[in-house]
């Protein structure tokens, strides 16, 4: 397969992660679909840092536009557009690598939630051993199902941004391929 042809490839396989990283971090402020959370500030500090919108989704999403046109006829579908496209996908693994950091120490700390009068995170200086142990979620009285809720957003955005960063660093070596072999589109023979 051409080098300009694997960029196209690896693009249209981004974008609907980014739309799943965004999605994710989106979700992840309205815990039981309510807004009184996050208008009274009730959010899990992992939240607030929005890994899944600007590191998995705006980082990732500029990386998979340019490696798009690098693999495209024309515009950038040669050695120096190859080049920069290395650049753009290093940017899109920076991103990934940074969502999957905040993600991985949310689903850590565990969520932010009501324990008894008091708003705290309760599973913070655990062993993460609370995601195994059932028992342990009732400590969280409000918001309802929040280990559960803030688990499965962590954990996707996590498979998520791995997935990301495996196909930028993938995209980086096929725009090194491509920047000293060529792209080889439109090539007659």
């Not at 807004?35 to 607030?48: D, N, P, R």
């Not at 120096?80 to 991103?95: E, N, P, Q, R």
């Not at 199902?145 to 962590?154: E, M, P, R």
């Amino acid at each position: 397969m051409c080098t300009g042809k694997c960029a196209g490839c690896i693009a249209v396989t981004l974008y609907p992660l980014v739309v799943i990283s965004i999605i994710c971090n989106v979700v992840l402020f309205f815990p039981g679909g309510d807004i009184k959370y996050a208008k009274e500030g009730h959010i899990t500090e992992e939240v607030k840092y929005m890994g899944g919108l600007i590191g998995g989704g705006v980082m990732v999403l500029s990386s998979a536009l340019y490696i798009a046109s690098a693999g495209r006829e024309g515009r950038c579908g040669n050695r120096c557009g190859m080049l920069f496209s290395i650049v753009f996908a290093a940017v899109g693994v920076s991103g990934a690598l940074y969502s999957l950091s905040v993600a991985s120490h949310g689903l850590h700390n565990g969520p932010l939630c009501k324990v008894g009068d008091k708003w705290t995170t309760p599973f913070q200086d655990s062993n993460s051993s609370y995601l195994t142990e059932h028992k342990l979620w009732e400590k969280c009285t409000e918001p309802k199902n929040i280990v559960q809720f803030n688990s499965a957003l962590f954990i996707t955005l996590m498979a998520t941004n791995f997935l990301e960063a495996l196909l930028c660093a993938i995209q980086m070596i096929n725009g090194l391929f491509g920047c000293l072999c060529g792209t080889c589109i439109n090539k007659q023979l």
